[in-house]
């Protein structure tokens, strides 16, 4: 099957730092991937869609500023957290859409960055 | 989109097959049914989906009713590996395909 990979699976980092966080499609190309957050206990929270060669397009209550969203390949989408804070601490899952074929893009996911902000 | 209406919580015997029920009442004729799971702290990974016929792969079997309103998810023979939560999804396929909305889920608990 396609598979997604993370990188890193963990980080932890001072308050007002920046993390960047990568997402690979190992065995197909994306043009399309996802950036979802999800807090302990609750579901997973979409944040912005990726798309290679153009602007994320972020979901309301996301701040663009704050969560850059670089898609530079067709395997390739990174995020970074800009000034890191506590309550950024949280679990970032990316997925990949599939478009080589059968019409149903289906979207496969990451194995998910826990990042931890002191 | 629309949206799904899932049981919170199930236990499965280990080695019976685990029935998880969706409610879709107002899936639309261009939507799929998606069903993905998520074992602790990891992605969540792909099963099955369809848009009006009984599906079936290695991991599962999807029955969708024939007004397309509900689905129910089977797992044949539950394993310990398979307790996860377990998302039902509609999305609307277009060229470049739709986002997926995750709701609570279904907690899936085999128990030996």
């Known amino acids: 099957g396609a598979v997604v990979s993370q990188h890193p699976s963990w980080v932890i980092c001072k308050s007002g730092t920046s993390v960047k966080i990568e997402c690979r499609s190992l065995?197909?190309?994306?043009?399309?991937m996802f950036w979802y957050r999800q807090f302990p206990k609750q579901s997973l929270m979409l944040m912005a869609t990726?798309?290679?060669?153009?602007?994320?397009?972020?979901e309301q209550g996301v701040e663009k500023d704050k969560f850059l969203i670089n898609h530079a390949s067709l395997t390739l989408s990174t995020l970074t957290v800009t000034s890191a804070h506590p309550e950024d601490s949280s679990f970032y899952i990316c997925?990949?859409?599939?478009?080589?074929?059968?019409?149903?893009?289906?979207?496969?996911f990451g194995p998910g960055t826990r990042l931890t902000v002191l | 989109d629309a949206k799904t209406t899932q049981p919170p919580s199930m236990d499965c015997a280990e080695g019976r097959a685990a029935n998880l029920p969706c409610n879709h009442s107002?899936?639309?004729?261009?939507?799929?049914v998606y069903w993905y799971r998520q074992i602790h702290s990891q992605g969540p990974q792909y099963i099955i989906h369809?848009?009006?016929n009984n599906e079936t792969n290695e991991m599962a079997s999807l029955i969708i009713t024939e007004d397309r309103k509900s689905s129910t998810l089977i797992l044949p023979h539950a394993t310990l590996r398979d307790t996860a939560v377990y998302y039902c999804?509609?999305?609307?396929?277009?060229?470049?395909?739709?986002?997926?909305?995750f709701g609570q889920g279904t907690e899936l608990s085999v128990k030996p």
């Open positions: 990726s798309n290679e060669g153009s602007k994320a397009t972020y």
């Open positions: 997925s990949a859409q599939d478009n080589s074929g059968g019409g149903t893009d289906t979207q496969y």
């Open positions: 999804i509609v999305r609307p396929v277009y060229n470049q395909g739709g986002k997926l909305i």
């Open positions: 107002t899936i639309s004729g261009n939507e799929y």
């Open positions: 065995d197909f190309q994306a043009t399309t």
């Open positions: 369809g848009l009006k």
